[in-house]
């Protein structure tokens, strides 16, 4: 059985999710179709607010309305352009939506209105990464880091150095954000992943027990567990973890890898 690093796979989650700046305001119920002169005037005034609209479109966006929240978020802006809310909100928005260019063009003018914002330095550098502009992206991260040690920063910043292999600094920041942050599962995964790289199979496996403290269900990280005790030469130990993870699998290339292993294990114990 070969279980040499350089054939053995980590998998990792790399599910993203980008914070939404803002307290959540409530709108006040208006209730009944008779107004008042009063109240038609008070009306009139609000439709002309951009925080108004953009409290709209937040309430929006928490009700799973990003198509709304856009709607009200432009409006706020056309009413005034350095409304840094708004364009946070429509950052977020189009972020849900997968329109990554505009929720950079979004963020990057809240940016610009707030530079000390450090979730949206996050956030820019989070839509920045889906288009694949890795400089800019790892530039507002950094920011985001450096402005006050944003744990989920320094998380994005070693997944974007996995990614490009740059492991000594990714090593570097997911330390970091686990200082910051002891409670985020996926920051043990990565580090894990990271060691898996270093060939030190023995602190992986303690980052990914790690993890399943947090996360015990996690299946990625089981797998990665089972991986990292055959890079320490322990099969009974990784066989044990396999085996209890592969009818939990439901994805179709790990759960192949995973008989994969196994049964190397119990050809090489032949």
Not at 31 to 56: I, L, R, V
Not at 223 to 229: F, I, K, P
């Amino acid at each position: 059985m070969n279980t040499s690093r350089s054939g053995l796979r980590i998998f990792l989650a790399l599910a993203l999710a980008a914070g939404i700046a803002g307290n959540v305001l409530a709108g006040a119920a208006r209730a009944g179709d008779a107004q008042t002169g009063s109240q038609k005037k008070k009306a009139q005034a609000n439709e002309k607010s951009p925080q108004y609209q953009y409290e709209k479109g937040l309430i929006a966006l928490r009700y799973g309305l990003p198509d709304e929240a856009i709607r009200y978020g432009k409006l706020a802006v056309s009413l005034d352009p350095e409304h840094f809310n708004a364009w946070n909100l429509l950052g977020s928005a189009y972020y849900t939506k997968g329109e990554y260019a505009l929720s950079a063009e979004s963020y990057g003018k809240a940016a610009v209105l707030k530079p000390d914002a450090g979730e949206v330095q996050r956030n820019l550098g989070l839509a920045l990464v889906e288009l694949k502009e890795t400089e800019k992206a790892e530039a507002a991260l950094k920011k985001a880091y450096d402005l006050n040690g944003d744990a989920e920063a320094a998380y994005y910043l070693s997944r974007l150095y996995y990614i490009e292999k740059r492991f000594e600094e990714a090593l570097d920041y997911v330390v970091k954000s686990i200082q910051k942050n002891g409670a985020n599962a996926g920051a043990y995964n990565l580090k894990g992943a990271v060691l898996n790289q270093f060939d030190r199979p023995l602190e992986a496996v303690g980052c990914f027990q790690a993890g399943l403290v947090l996360a015990p269900d996690d299946v990625n990280l089981q797998v990665n567990l089972g991986v990292a005790y055959l890079n320490a030469k322990e099969p009974a130990k990784a066989m044990a973890v396999f085996e209890a993870v592969l009818p939990k699998i439901e994805q179709a290339v790990l759960k192949t890898q995973v008989e994969n292993y196994i049964k190397a294990i119990k050809d090489a114990g032949k």
